[in-house]
């Protein structure tokens, strides 16, 4: 996840912008593997200050989650051939079962929210495991 990212003006450009294909999520992580593979490099600024603002409703906060999901099954799909790791299936059928222990968490409004988010992006690699017709559940 990029959730905030800086990028130098020639770079942007030469790379032709982000690809609105992926607003839903994953457009940021998107542009960074164009410009791996553009052999630019990539840095990590540990002073750099942002401001991200978190959804405050649930609807628009699980919305995103699914987005991301989708977003993630798209990526695996332009960018296994050049080594983005596929999802093992052990491991994402553990995932759904961790969700599935976790359905107490509803009942605990804080708790609650997360366990949507982390539902809501799952419920999206699904899909987007069946619209890109690529494993990444």
């Known amino acids: 996840m990029g959730c905030s990212l800086g990028v ?4 942007y450009h030469a790379l032709g912008g982000f690809d609105e294909g992926y607003a ?18 990539l840095a990590y600024a540990p002073d750099a200050v942002m401001r991200y603002r978190l959804r405050e409703r649930l609807g628009p906060l699980v919305g995103q989650a699914y ?8 990526l695996m799909r332009d960018f296994r051939v050049h080594g983005l ?8 059928a553990r995932t759904w079962l961790r969700l599935l222990r976790r359905l107490p968490e509803l009942a605990d409004r804080e708790q609650a929210g997360r366990w949507c988010f982390d539902t809501a992006f799952r419920v999206g690699r ?12």
């Open 67 to 74: 987005g991301y999901g989708v977003g993630n099954a798209r």
């Open 8 to 11: 130098r003006t020639d770079v």
């Open 24 to 41: 839903g999520g994953g457009d940021e992580v998107e542009f960074c593997w164009r410009a791996l593979l553009a052999d630019y490099t």
């Open 126 to 137: 699904l899909n987007g495991s069946i619209r890109y017709r690529v494993p990444c559940l």
């Open 85 to 92: 790791p596929a999802v093992a299936p052990a491991e994402a």
